[in-house]
């Protein structure tokens, strides 16, 4: 499917479905949906700025990534956000929108491996979740959480557990009642029945009472 004619919604269709199965599946989860009601989950159309968006927001308030991303986008004008201005960038310019030297050098590596189709994001859509997320990793600054943020949040995959993430494992001992943080196994375990809607699942545990999105994730939703 050619990029332009990717969904920019998860396809209400299945939604619904998976709607219908975790209420079957999971008393717990079917409880979150019904305090919560319908889900609705934009997707970003260019993988490209929803990658630079997750490394600007690592590690600093939402506030502060959602500066620094205006000044990017005051600096590029009409150009498009794209690896090819990125290259074309001096530093000193990107280091005055307020990126740290490491983000910088976050951002070179993924323009150049971009550029070079290392990573290739035309393509991406196409591949399986493990071969999307064995690609984007071998980006600096990219790690398994942020890959899996991308499959969910930018490809629209229904079926992604981020068993890394600390608000959906907080969500799952408050409803589970467990008595900490589960562990990625425990997680998995719990998970079992919402296959295959995972990524569903995991979008009500965020919503759902005082879970928070993290930082990067609350730059995805923006």
Same mark, same amino acid.
């Given at each position: 499917?050619?990029?332009?004619?990717?969904?920019?919604?998860?396809?209400?269709?299945?939604? $619904? %479905?998976?709607?219908?199965?975790?209420?079957?599946?999971? !008393? =717990? &989860?079917?409880?979150?949906? /019904? *305090?919560?009601?319908?889900?609705?989950?934009?997707?970003?159309?260019?993988?490209?700025?929803?990658?630079?968006?997750?490394?600007?927001?690592?590690?600093?308030?939402?506030?502060?990534?959602?500066?620094?991303?205006?000044?990017?986008?005051?600096?590029?004008?009409?150009?498009?956000?794209?690896?090819?201005?990125?290259?074309?960038?001096?530093?000193?310019?990107?280091?005055?929108?307020?990126?740290?030297?490491?983000?910088?050098?976050?951002?070179?590596?993924? $323009? %150049?491996?971009?550029?070079?189709?290392?990573?290739?994001? !035309? =393509? &991406?859509?196409?591949?399986? /979740? *493990?071969?999307?997320?064995?690609?984007?990793?071998?980006?600096?600054?990219?790690?398994?959480?942020?890959?899996?943020?991308?499959?969910?949040?930018?490809?629209?995959?229904?079926?992604?557990?981020?068993?890394?993430?600390?608000?959906?494992?907080?969500?799952?001992?408050?409803?589970?009642?467990?008595?900490?943080?589960?562990?990625?196994?425990?997680?998995?375990?719990?998970?079992?029945?919402?296959?295959?809607?995972?990524?569903?699942?995991?979008?009500?545990?965020?919503?759902?009472?005082?879970?928070?999105?993290?930082?990067?994730?609350?730059?995805?939703?923006?």
């Amino acid at each position: 499917m050619p990029r332009s004619l990717r969904p920019t919604v998860m396809s209400p269709e299945l939604v $619904a %479905e998976a709607i219908t199965h975790l209420r079957r599946s999971d !008393r =717990t &989860i079917c409880r979150i949906i /019904d *305090a919560h009601g319908p889900m609705t989950l934009p997707l970003e159309a260019d993988p490209f700025r929803v990658l630079v968006r997750s490394i600007i927001s690592q590690q600093i308030s939402t506030a502060a990534a959602a500066s620094i991303q205006r000044r990017v986008d005051a600096l590029r004008g009409r150009r498009k956000l794209s690896a090819a201005w990125v290259c074309d960038m001096e530093d000193e310019a990107l280091r005055q929108c307020g990126l740290s030297p490491q983000k910088l050098r976050y951002l070179r590596d993924l $323009a %150049e491996k971009v550029s070079m189709r290392t990573v290739d994001l !035309r =393509t &991406i859509h196409e591949r399986p /979740d *493990a071969e999307v997320i064995r690609e984007l990793t071998q980006v600096l600054g990219i790690g398994i959480w942020t890959a899996q943020m991308f499959l969910i949040f930018s490809l629209g995959r229904l079926d992604v557990l981020p068993t890394g993430d600390l608000g959906v494992r907080a969500a799952i001992e408050r409803e589970y009642q467990l008595p900490a943080h589960p562990t990625p196994r425990q997680c998995e375990e719990i998970a079992q029945p919402w296959r295959p809607f995972a990524s569903i699942a995991s979008w009500y545990l965020w919503r759902s009472s005082d879970a928070r999105l993290s930082v990067e994730q609350a730059a995805l939703w923006q």
